[in-house]
């Protein structure tokens, strides 16, 4: 169909890529929520899911955002403009429910403010008052604060150093906004697991009823497998159908934390053998060059 | 099936030359005396260290004589086994003459798989189960191999290289859409596209071939078998789109509505593993067999210096199930390394559903069978991995009114294994996302889709065939509602055109 071209690449902050992608199927289709499985090598590279970030249906692209953690995300952020990636298939996962609930209070945590922000948006569209809160672990970690001050009425920055804005934990700003009265209607939060854990335990004593989006690992993101599976209120659900967006205080995280690690050790070689075949890629540069 | 001394081929030779000259007036006593011929099979201490296909296929000589074994019955109880109706017969009768290419195209007038179906059909509960030579010799086991023959012919044809592509009416300019890309699939696409209509072929996976691909491992059915039946698609102009999900990616209905299909078919199979719902399912370590076997065969994690996919090499894995799907990932478990393999089961042996052959194969390759037994739960260290099940032990009751013994389950009974990888292999609903996202077409409770003996669904010019009609089901089976599904969008086009 078309060729999931990347029209532009940017640098977002150390680790942090953001790419355009052409993808004009996928952006006619997804809504606020959905994510993507890409994969660069049909034969033998992995499937892994990204959410997205931003998209343009009359302008056929989707944006997406990632770190580089792994092997597949350190070779998506070596693709250069007007390269193509192999394998791009979605929306995925269910939409999230975007209504007027009243005023939305909305936490980003590092790389995870880049999903936040289609939903931070649309529940502006939807009328609602929106509060933004975005965290990172230092200055340089900051990604998409322009878009999301563009859509809040409120915008709170912190940094876990001090670096930029307040310093201190994203739950800290979150608790004194459900202190408040009345109370926010909704909590939506995105980030790394341990800081949707905390915020889904800050909101729990205010019943801010909280949304959390969970990024597992998966496999073929059609509900085939239940490698993506996790524990919500006690029950089985798999993330790439039944979610990924679930309630925050009824998911287990230490369960899914857990299932998040299983291939650690892999992970861990993988990433040697490509920081090694880069080193050895450098080295032979380098000869060439000499030569 | 290793065990006894195998005739070599010169022996075979030597029988064939006494029979040939009177093959036609052979009596029934001299052909049910000809030796049952084995299948020839990789030795299976190599075997568990590749991922080769295990069984090697019949000989030349080999095939005539199994084939001489045949009585030729006037009433033919394999053909009323077969759920394609193939000639059976008239192709064993070819392959005896030594007519290949005869035999061939006999099976092809009704299967378009024969080389996949020759490899995975259960033919002891088809074709093979009423055969009279199996019957005279009370052993199933012992009928005519009438599946090992069918793949011995499917195999010469693609050997000889004169496999080609079927013959394509002048374009009739419409379109139809096939979802998904199963045997059900496959079929749809060869048997519309031969009428001239344009056909693509939507699959949410990155490579074509449904269950064949993903699910059954190479060493059962290699994927280059697979992909030459797609390959032969491609040659008819069939259109194959990847990485599209029906559903997400296009709306059914906007494939009719605004796409401009004529028909589309919906052949998504059952793709929704079902777990047991006991305490520790959710830890590190426990697998469904689809996402175990997706791991090894799609993403070919078993090759670990070249995929990127990880997949858990344990050293104590416990399969849980007794039908293919456990089979597969058994012997896979095997392949990848475990020290132990272990296939817990609820029934006996007897009530198995994975074929015959796959079941001697697995015990042949040292899995362990643990037979009236069930895990109720699965243990777990401080760190959320697996280290072991507790088992609960099981009796056949009474028979209850079907006949059947049940197993019941033996109170106090519970023991522990330790493990460190779990497979649930119990089997697959219907894939529920096209039922989901198309509220317009009917289902029944169990979430397949229903249809009628055309296999038109609810929706007008949506039919579907195959797993997400049947439940889970077989290869062969899907391929025969493809056909009858074909068969009706080519009529519904048919009136159109003239209307
Ligand atoms: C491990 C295993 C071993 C088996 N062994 C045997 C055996 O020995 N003998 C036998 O006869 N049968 C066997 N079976 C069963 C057999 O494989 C199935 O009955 C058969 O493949 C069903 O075919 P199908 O055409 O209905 O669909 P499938 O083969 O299930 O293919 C469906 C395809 O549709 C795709 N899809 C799903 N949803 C969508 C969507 N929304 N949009 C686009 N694409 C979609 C899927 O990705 C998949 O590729 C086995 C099954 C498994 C899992
Ligand atoms: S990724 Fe396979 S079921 Fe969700």
Redo the contacts with the bound molecule.
């Keep these: 169909m078309s060729d999931n071209r990347i029209i532009e690449k940017r640098q977002l902050a150390d680790e942090v890529c953001e790419i355009r992608v052409e993808a004009p199927l996928i952006a006619r289709e997804r809504q606020p929520g959905q994510f993507v499985i890409l994969q660069l090598d049909g034969e033998f590279g992995e499937r892994i899911p990204l959410t997205i970030a931003d998209a343009d249906p009359d302008a056929g692209w989707i944006l997406l955002v990632f770190q580089t953690v792994g092997h597949t995300t350190h070779r998506l952020a070596a693709l250069q403009e007007g390269d193509r990636i192999a394998h791009l298939l979605g929306p995925l996962g269910t939409p999230t429910h975007i209504e007027r609930f009243g005023s939305v209070v909305c936490v980003g945590g590092g790389i995870g403010v880049a999903p936040l922000h289609p939903i931070a948006k649309a529940m502006k569209a939807a009328g609602n008052r929106v509060t933004v809160v975005v965290g990172a672990r230092t200055r340089d970690l900051i990604v998409m604060e322009e878009p999301m001050r563009a859509i809040a009425d409120e915008f709170v920055l912190c940094t876990d150093d001090g670096s930029a804005g307040r310093k201190g934990l994203v739950t800290e700003p979150l608790a004194e906004i459900c202190a408040r009265a009345p109370k926010p209607d909704l909590a939506v939060a995105i980030g790394p697991p341990i800081m949707m854990k905390f915020c889904a335990e800050t909101t729990r004593p205010f019943a801010v009823p909280t949304v959390v989006s969970l990024n597992t690992i998966m496999v073929?993101g059609?509900g085939?497998c239940g490698g993506c599976r996790v524990t919500v209120g006690g029950r089985t659900r798999f993330v790439c159908v039944d979610g990924p967006e679930f309630d925050g205080h009824q998911v287990d995280f230490d369960n899914m934390m857990q299932r998040l690690n299983a291939y650690k050790d892999h992970e861990q070689a993988a990433h040697e053998r490509c920081h090694l075949d880069e080193a050895i890629a450098r080295k032979e540069r380098d000869h060439e060059r000499q030569a | 099936m290793n065990d006894k001394p195998e005739p070599s081929p010169e022996d075979n030779r030597r029988l064939l030359d006494t029979l040939l000259p009177r093959k036609d007036e052979l009596k029934a006593r001299e052909r049910i005396a000809i030796p049952a011929q084995p299948m020839p099979a990789q030795p299976a201490r190599e075997r568990v260290r590749n991922m080769s296909e295990v069984a090697l296929g019949y000989a030349h000589d080999q095939a005539r004589l199994e084939a001489l074994r045949c009585l030729q019955c006037k009433n033919a109880p394999c053909v009323k086994g077969c759920p394609v109706a193939i000639d059976i017969p008239a192709f064993v009768k070819a392959i005896a003459d030594g007519d290949t290419a005869d035999a061939i195209a006999i099976i092809k007038r009704n299967s378009l798989l024969p080389a996949i179906?020759g490899?995975?059909?259960?033919q002891e509960t088809q074709c093979q189960l009423d055969c009279t030579v199996g019957k005279s010799l009370k052993d199933v086991e012992l009928s005519v191999s009438i599946g090992r023959l069918e793949r011995f012919a499917a195999d010469w044809e693609r050997e000889s290289g004169r496999m080609l592509p079927p013959e394509v009416k002048p374009e009739t300019g419409r379109k139809v859409a096939v979802?998904?890309?199963?045997?059900?699939?496959?079929?749809v696409a060869a048997d519309v596209r031969r009428e001239g209509h344009a056909v693509t072929l939507?699959?949410?996976?990155h490579k074509?071939?449904?269950?064949?691909?993903?699910?059954?491992?190479e060493f059962?059915?290699p994927k280059a078998i697979v992909q030459l039946e797609i390959d032969t698609l491609k040659a008819m102009g069939v259109r194959i789109v990847t990485d599209?999900?029906?559903?997400?990616?296009r709306k059914l209905k906007d494939l009719l509505e605004r796409d401009g299909f004529d028909a589309v078919f919906?052949?998504?199979?059952?793709?929704l593993p079902k777990f047991m719902n006991i305490e520790g399912e959710n830890l590190v370590g426990v697998f469904s067999?689809?996402e175990y076997?997706t791991r090894s065969n799609l993403m070919r994690a078993y090759d670990e210096g070249a995929a990127d996919t990880p997949i858990r090499r344990g050293r104590h894995v416990a399969v849980l199930g007794g039908?293919?799907?456990a089979?597969?990932?058994a012997r896979t478990a095997v392949r990848l390394g475990a020290d132990e393999v272990h296939l817990i089961y609820r029934r006996t042996e007897k009530e198995m559903p994975?074929?015959i052959e796959?079941v001697a194969h697995a015990k042949e390759e040292g899995i362990r069978f643990h037979l009236l037994r069930n895990v109720k739960r699965i243990l777990g260290d401080e760190t959320g991995r697996v280290v072991s099940v507790e088992c609960l032990k099981y009796e056949l009751g009474p028979p209850d009114d079907s006949g059947r013994r049940r197993p019941v389950e033996i109170p106090n009974s519970e023991y522990v294994l330790p493990m460190d990888t779990v497979v649930v292999?119990i089997g697959?609903d219907s894939?529920p996302?096209?039922p989901q996202?198309t509220p317009e077409m009917e289902t029944n409770r169990w979430g397949n889709i229903v249809v009628n003996e055309n296999n038109r669904t609810s929706m007008p010019g949506v039919y579907a065939?195959?797993?997400?009609?049947?439940g889970?089901?077989?290869?062969?089976?899907?391929?025969g509602?493809?056909r009858q599904a074909a068969a009706a969008i080519n009529e519904q086009l048919r009136e159109e055109t003239k209307s």
Aim: negative net charge; aromatic residues 6%; proline residues 5%.
């Design positions: 073929d059609t085939m | 179906c490899r995975v059909c259960p979802i998904g890309s199963g045997p059900a699939s496959l079929t939507f699959e949410a996976f074509p071939g449904g269950v064949m691909m993903y699910g059954i491992p059962r059915l599209y999900v029906v559903g997400r990616t919906v052949g998504t199979g059952a793709g067999a689809n076997l039908g293919n799907v089979m597969d990932a994975a074929r796959e292999a697959n894939n996302l096209i996202t065939g195959g797993d997400i009609v049947l889970a089901a077989t290869v062969i089976l899907a391929m509602q493809g």
